[in-house]
Structure formats: structure tokens, C-alpha cells
């Protein structure tokens, strides 16, 4: 089984500070790991992700996370926040067994001008 | 990346009525489809998961009735909510994998307004 937990519901920054989202896995196979962000009412667009090999893995807009095995933990980060990040956030595990995603509750971060 | 378009995008219908929503891999093939529903300030939760020309497996609690899922061609996939009612009222989002892909590809999502 499969469960991702994300700490913090809601996030607040100002423009240009550190974004760090938490996001915390459980999994009984090694994980694939992704990060996603939605818009309003639209679709998930992928951010990132980790399958194998670097655990620092870099994505699109500046983001990049840590996949720490010891810690269970795959936190998101972001070394200045622009208004344009403002969205909800979403952490997803999957392993090599089962190809859905299983999702975390979601972040929402709030960037303050 | 590859595009995975979904429609529509709103839809409000009338209890006791059905809604097709469809979703399409517009350059790939997707040999399996997703389906998710989400509440309003909620996550994504897997309603199930179909392997083209295969029936959709379901996800505990999710009935298979009333959510008829066809996956007839690697590029089509429908979610089909039979005699919705307002509690149907939801945000649908399909995915999209190719074979060995390890990430699967989302639509925009439709919003279903059941009244």
C-alpha cells in the first residue's frame, strides 16, 4: 500500500522567498515519486519527478525536491517565489507494481506581494 | 509533453440524466487511462483504471453502474455517469500512460454540475 501525506494545507510566502512545500510518503515498493501543480479548475501539470538514480531532481519553473530515502520525505522547494507559483500542489507516489498515483490532500501556496 | 485533451470542460445536467465525458491521447498512444474525481478543496482520488480493449478495474467503493468506463482505442477513453444525481456534482480528471512510461500525462478536467 501506498499513502502520501502533505504538511500544511495552506502555505503563504512573500514574493521572492523560499517556497518549501512538505510531503512525506509511505510504500511498501520503491516509490516513484511526482509533484504536480493545478490552476483553478484545470488539470495537473507536472513539475517533477523521481523514479531512480539523483535524488535531487530538477523541474520546470524553478522548482526542484529531494527524494530522502531515510526520512521518507520528497519536499518541494523553490528558491524565490513569484506571484505566477500562486496554485495547488500536489505530491503523488507510484511504484513499478501499480501505475495510478496515489495523491497527497493538496497545498495550497499563497504568494503575498 | 504529450497532450491529453478532456471534454467538455462544464457540464450541468439534469438529475436522473446520463453524461459522456471523453478523453483523448492527441499524440501517443495511452494503453491505460486513469480516472479521478475531485471534491472541491479535496485531492484526487481513483475512481479506476482501464488497459485499452480491456474492462476498467475499479477502485473500492467506486460502482462500476452508475461510472461506465470504455477504453475501446488507444487514444479514447469515456467516462459515462449513468442517472447522475447532485451528489455526482464533481470535477472529473482523466490521465494518460504509454506503455512503459512512468508518468501519465492529464486533461484539463470537466466540471459536472448535477441539478
Known amino acids: 500500500a501506498q499513502s502520501v501525506t502533505q504538511l500544511g494545507s495552506h502555505v503563504s510566502v512573500s514574493e521572492g522567498a523560499l517556497v518549501l512545500l512538505r510531503c512525506n510518503y509511505s510504500?511498501?515498493?520503491?516509490?516513484?515519486l511526482f509533484w504536480y501543480v493545478q490552476y483553478p479548475n484545470q488539470g495537473l501539470q507536472l513539475l517533477l519527478k523521481?523514479?531512480?538514480?539523483?535524488?535531487l531532481v530538477k523541474g520546470i519553473n524553478g522548482f526542484e525536491a529531494e527524494f530522502k530515502k531515510s526520512e521518507t520525505s520528497f519536499h518541494l522547494t523553490k528558491p524565490s517565489a513569484h506571484m505566477s507559483d500562486a496554485a495547488e500542489y500536489f505530491c503523488?507516489?507510484?511504484?513499478?507494481?501499480?501505475?495510478?498515483?496515489?495523491f497527497g490532500s493538496g497545498t495550497r501556496l499563497q504568494v503575498q506581494p | 509533453g504529450a497532450v491529453v485533451s478532456q471534454h467538455p470542460s462544464r457540464v450541468i445536467c439534469k438529475s436522473g440524466t446520463s453524461v459522456k465525458i471523453e478523453c483523448r491521447s492527441l499524440?501517443?498512444?495511452?494503453?491505460?487511462m486513469f480516472w479521478y474525481r475531485q471534491f472541491p478543496k479535496q485531492s484526487l482520488m481513483l475512481m479506476a483504471t482501464?488497459?485499452?480493449?480491456?474492462?476498467?478495474?475499479?477502485e473500492q467503493g467506486v460502482e462500476k453502474d452508475k461510472f461506465l468506463i470504455n477504453h475501446a482505442s488507444l487514444t479514447l477513453s469515456t467516462l459515462t455517469v449513468t442517472s447522475a444525481h447532485p451528489e455526482d456534482s464533481s470535477f472529473y480528471i482523466c490521465?494518460?500512460?504509454?506503455?512503459?512510461?512512468?508518468?501519465?500525462?492529464f486533461g484539463q478536467g470537466t466540471r459536472l454540475t448535477v441539478v
Open positions: 490521465s494518460a500512460r504509454s506503455k512503459g512510461n512512468t508518468e501519465a500525462f
Open positions: 510504500s511498501s515498493v520503491p516509490p516513484y
Open positions: 523521481y523514479t531512480t538514480g539523483a535524488t
Open positions: 503523488a507516489v507510484s511504484g513499478p507494481g501499480r501505475r495510478a498515483l496515489t
Open positions: 499524440d501517443f498512444q495511452a494503453t491505460t
Open positions: 482501464s488497459n485499452e480493449g480491456s474492462k476498467a478495474t475499479y
